[in-house]
């Protein structure tokens, strides 16, 4: 009797629709789902309005060194220089035989700075504060900043998008907080356009893993740990900044600066875009499956003793009796 190796099992790919497919949906539905809640509560409420105001109208930052940051980073942000960083990661994406992902990007730009600007022209804006100034919801300068620093994570190898994601979500912050400080835009005009950039970034990602099966794995720590301590300290003080404000406003008069409505509303802002990019980052982290590695070829085990002697083969040496070998 011949005793053989048994077969390895084949691994089989995982199901396409799973949550490597339900993970992104679902991001692009929540984020979705924001950009008209904030609009009601910052847009549609005297108190909403009130609040963004205050906190547009409180940036009087002095400090030579943030005061030089902000306005470089604003003079610096151009169309020519975001058309070319899109035409980057096209190419980009092409170069490295990825075709779904400069598709994907490009998706993502077009649609994000399409939807917020037929957004900002559709969307009327309620006189409720007594301000009399036109809508500004959302932010276009934060949501090309935004579409953009996606789209090159997007395209880029596994090994880069950790340090891109850090330096693009440092971008995307500080041209968020300019926009509020040079009385651009709001604070809630800038989270809607993280929403807004988050949730096509979302749909991108959706149909390329639709076209092409992905495996997806966790974000480096190099971008997860760096934006979760972030983000966790930015939302505390953001949380009770912004409720401080809002008591301010209603209960008790002269309560806060505007300097710190201002404070507050930056923090604001950074915890939500610390969020945005630790989202992405998870939703970027993703690989075509291929087919599956060959098994690994083992040596058969040697068969037991009892096996090899009862398996009809004559034996080398038998057990000698008188008359010849039993």
């Not at 992104?24 to 950009?35: D, E």
């Not at 994907?104 to 037929?118: D, E, H, P, S």
């Not at 966790?218 to 404000?245: D, I, N, W």
Request: aromatic fraction near 6%.
């Amino acid at each position: 009797m011949t005793v053989l190796a048994s077969p390895q099992p084949a691994t089989a790919a995982p199901p396409r629709a799973s949550r490597h497919l339900l993970a992104p949906l679902a991001v692009a539905a929540l984020a979705t789902l924001a950009v008209p809640a904030l609009y009601q509560v910052a847009v549609r409420t005297t108190l909403g309005q009130q609040v963004d105001t205050i906190v547009m109208r409180g940036a009087d930052v002095h400090h030579a060194q943030v005061t030089g940051v902000l306005e470089r980073t604003l003079n610096n942000t151009s169309l020519a220089s975001l058309v070319l960083v899109c035409l980057f990661a096209a190419v980009f994406g092409v170069v490295r035989r990825r075709l779904d992902l400069a598709l994907g990007a490009a998706l993502l730009v077009i649609g994000a700075n399409l939807t917020t600007q037929l957004i900002k022209t559709q969307l009327p804006r309620p006189d409720l504060d007594g301000s009399g100034m036109p809508n500004s919801f959302p932010s276009g300068h934060t949501t090309a900043a935004a579409s953009v620093a996606f789209a090159v994570i997007l395209v880029l190898p596994q090994a880069l998008r950790g340090m891109v994601a850090l330096a693009g979500f440092a971008y995307v912050t500080v041209i968020a907080v300019a926009t509020v400080w040079a009385e651009w835009h709001r604070p809630s005009d800038t989270l809607a356009a993280l929403m807004v950039t988050l949730a096509w970034g979302a749909f991108a990602v959706f149909i390329i893993r639709l076209l092409k099966p992905m495996d997806t794995r966790p974000a480096s720590r190099v971008v997860k740990l760096p934006l979760l301590a972030v983000g966790l300290v930015t939302a505390a003080a953001g949380s009770f900044g912004l409720a401080s404000v809002v008591l301010s406003e209603r209960a008790m008069p002269d309560l806060v600066s505007g300097r710190f409505a201002f404070l507050a509303g930056s923090a604001a802002i950074t915890a939500v875009a610390a969020g945005a990019f630790l989202l992405w980052a998870r939703l970027a982290a993703a690989f075509p499956l291929s087919a599956p590695p060959p098994a690994p070829r083992t040596r058969p085990k040697p068969a037991p003793a009892s096996v090899r002697k009862n398996s009809g083969a004559p034996a080398s040496a038998g057990r000698r009796v008188k008359g010849g070998t039993k």
